[in-house]
């Protein structure tokens, strides 16, 4: 490690557990909820999500750095969590095609981290107690100053973050012929998904997250996509009423992780917020309609109510989480819409669930 690397760091829990371990990218403090996510690759497009917008991320893999960065492997232009832990972050790298060293990355984007921690008793911590705040310091080591400054941070319970992360403006990508025009609702949307629409022959335009329903139509869209994104759905009364009206468009919606529980709270069925929520690249989940398993990429901590929504008239569930028997899918049927919890543009991840944006797809090619 490098003497940086080897300046003290402390991690502080909202309930009370400390923490030492080394500093690792910018010398700073940060502050979050601590979540952690099960994966073994595919460490960048994590980072930069923008579902994990102020979260404080525990990788669970014992080497993250070691295959360096490259300005690909990305989901969003900048890092979007709040801070890292890892048991072992790594400035050496073997792969050849990287365009550089993930301590470099990290300091480059403003990012606190700390590692030489054991991960695995933390993470066994949080899967007992649940997700909380946490703080993070390499500058501060003062236990006293630091749990003042985590007492101060908002709890992820009602915060609305969805449109601190969405597109400003308004940008267009595919085949501008294509007569599957696909309107994006961004409440903090991964590239690839759009990348997932564009590869099947869409042109979708993406929209910020507060665009009315009147805005939306001017693009005269065959479909509209509910996007992945930040914060407690619950607390986006806007865009529920958004969804809503797009509903009675009775044009075919396809909605992912935030937009999973929105289309749920369009529909009156509350959501929740999770004990320590799904972060990986291993969850199996069950297609009720096909019979068949997925392995799913996810990133959420809020769910959908099951019991509302196995009594919902109009709402029946599509899939379901193996682990824990969770609401992983859901489609209406009064409506040409359907979402689900997970992320099948998988990336990283495996490629089980990519059949959804077909289904979108041939939705909109069958409603036209």
Not at 63 to 77: A, F, L, M, P
Not at 141 to 152: R, Y
Request: hydrophobic share 40%; net charge negative; with cysteine.
């Amino acid at each position: 490690m490098t003497l940086q690397a080897k300046k003290p760091a402390i991690l502080i829990l909202a309930d009370g557990h400390i923490f030492h371990g080394y500093a690792f990218g910018k010398i700073g403090t940060t502050t979050g909820e601590i979540c952690f996510n099960t994966g073994m690759t595919g460490y960048q497009e994590v980072f930069t999500d923008p579902s994990y917008t102020g979260q404080v991320l525990i990788m669970n893999n014992v080497h993250i750095g070691n295959y360096g960065v490259k300005d690909t492997d990305v989901e969003s232009s900048t890092v979007k969590i709040r801070g890292l832990i890892a048991r072992n972050l790594e400035e050496q790298f073997s792969r050849l095609l990287a365009d550089g060293d993930l301590n470099t990355y990290l300091v480059n984007n403003n990012l606190v981290a700390i590692d030489n921690l054991d991960t695995r008793a933390l993470v066994a911590h949080i899967r007992e107690k649940g997700a909380m705040n946490c703080i993070i310091s390499s500058e501060d080591l003062d236990i006293a100053s630091l749990q003042q400054k985590l007492a101060a941070v908002p709890s992820m319970d009602g915060l609305e973050l969805a449109s601190t992360v969405s597109t400003t403006s308004e940008y267009e990508m595919g085949d501008t012929a294509s007569a599957i025009k696909v309107a994006v609702l961004d409440f903090g949307v991964k590239k690839h998904i759009l990348q997932c629409l564009v590869d099947r022959g869409a042109h979708v335009r993406v929209h910020p997250a507060k665009t009315p329903l009147s805005r939306l139509k001017e693009f005269n869209p065959a479909g509209y996509f509910i996007s992945n994104g930040p914060g407690d759905p619950a607390s986006m009364d806007y865009a529920i009423a958004t969804l809503k009206a797009v509903l009675e468009e009775q044009k075919p919606v396809f909605g992912i992780c935030l937009g999973h529980q929105l289309l749920a709270l369009a529909n009156d069925i509350p959501t929740f917020k999770m004990h320590h929520g799904h972060r990986g690249l291993n969850h199996p989940v069950k297609n009720i309609i096909t019979g068949q398993c997925e392995i799913t990429t996810q990133n959420h901590g809020f769910g959908v109510d099951p019991e509302a929504v196995k009594n919902h008239p109009n709402v029946e569930v599509t899939h379901v989480n193996l682990n824990d028997n969770s609401i992983e899918g859901i489609r209406l049927k009064n409506k040409p819409a359907f979402s689900v919890q997970y992320h099948p543009e998988s990336t990283p991840g495996p490629h089980d669930s990519r059949y959804l944006f077909d289904n979108f797809i041939d939705l909109i090619k069958a409603k036209a």
